[in-house]
């Protein structure tokens, strides 16, 4: 049974930083695109990380490229959202999905077959 797993979210200050894991069973991560999405209430999903489980290459959207480090442990299958310098609007439920390949757009929701529960994120002071 093909299963992902978030933690780590919780309550941090603007400016502060957090680390979400994503663990997976069921399938091997490196046969696979996995990427990361935020929910904000009353919006859709936004991919804002992808990393390719073959090649270890990563992806950013705009909003968190220079603040956010996607990484993989293969040996514990694992993918690892490490977020610094957070704002107030990255609040949002983090969800991490797989996908066997991605055709046109590593940060849209449909593209991703298997999702996580999610884990909430709340940046306020």
């Known amino acids: 049974q093909l299963q992902l797993v978030e933690s780590g979210g919780g309550l941090v200050q603007p400016g502060g930083s957090l680390r979400l894991s994503c663990a997976a069973s069921g399938f091997t991560l490196e046969h696979l695109y996995i990427g990361w999405f935020r929910q904000a209430p009353g919006k859709e999903r936004e991919g804002n990380s992808c990393?390719?489980?073959?090649?270890?290459?990563?992806y950013y959207a705009d909003s968190v490229r220079g603040r956010f480090t996607i990484s993989g442990d293969k040996a514990n299958n694992t993918v690892y959202l490490q977020m610094n310098s957070l704002k107030p609007e990255d609040t949002g439920v983090y969800y991490c999905a797989a996908a066997n390949r991605l055709i046109r757009n590593a940060f849209y929701w449909k593209e991703y077959n298997y999702w996580g529960q999610g884990t909430q994120v709340t940046v306020s002071s």
């Open positions: 990393i390719r489980g073959s090649t270890g290459s990563t």
